[in-house]
Nanobody
């Protein structure tokens, strides 16, 4: 059974740091493009980080590339998102997804809530 389980969200003060994890099961994430997205209620889901397979090229929106970092641990079949200097506008539900050519739609996790507030 394919599953993506996010964890690591929570409440953090402005300027703080969080590390999100996305544990994959039922497939080898190393062969997939893995993504982190976020969504604020009432707004469209936003891609915040992407890591490609077989070499690990990463992509970020320009607005986040200095603060967010995506990585993968192929042994643990897990993707990480390091978030630094968090701001209230980073408050959102964070989701990971997995995709590769030929899939009708990506695999999605259930999300983990990140709240940045003093």
């Amino acid at each position: 059974q394919v599953q993506l389980v996010e964890s690591g969200g929570g409440l953090v003060r402005p300027g703080g740091h969080l590390r999100l994890s996305c544990a994959a099961s039922g497939f080898a994430a190393s062969g997939f493009t893995m993504n982190w997205h976020r969504q604020i209620p009432g707004k469209e889901r936003e891609l915040v980080a992407r890591i490609f397979p077989f070499g690990g090229t990463v992509v970020y929106p320009d607005s986040l590339k200095d603060r967010f970092s995506i990585s993968r641990d192929n042994v643990k079949n897990t993707i990480f998102l390091e978030m630094n200097s968090l701001q209230p506008e980073d408050t959102a539900m964070y989701y990971c997804s997995a995709e590769r050519a030929g899939m009708s739609e990506p695999y999605w996790g259930q999300g983990t809530q990140v709240t940045v507030s003093s």
